[in-house]
């Protein structure tokens, strides 16, 4: 690979990270996080390497971030998945893909509520719920 490509997968690989809220200084508990070298991390982060073609997947999937995104930049940067079990116009009229997309703040915000106990899950839906009323 040229160190363009290194270059340009550092970018990305460094955006995600940021958008998962892990910060690059952590190179020690991001090796653990992808089961490599704290080494290869700081190469990552430097433009130096490329992670195998076999490592790829689990470090998108662990950043939730398409693999061929972080890899080769092909967007968009995430596929969610959306199942809409309503009849409102405004899902089943809208061809447009991007309508149903996310931001990294709302990807942030559902992955630390996905992380919370189902109780304070339950709690933080009562008290959104309170407020949209």
Known sequence: MNAS???EFSRRFRQALNEAGYKKTQLKELGSLFEVSSQAVRKWLNGDALPSSS??????MK???????????????RSIGLKVNESNAAYTNNPDPEALTISDREYRLLCNYRSLPIELQKTIDTLLREINS
Request: proline share 12%.
């Open 63 to 77: 950043l939730g971030v398409r693999r061929a995104w972080l890899l080769d930049g092909e967007p968009p940067i």
């Open 5 to 7: 490509t290194r270059k």
């Open 55 to 60: 490592r790829a997947p689990q470090i998108a």
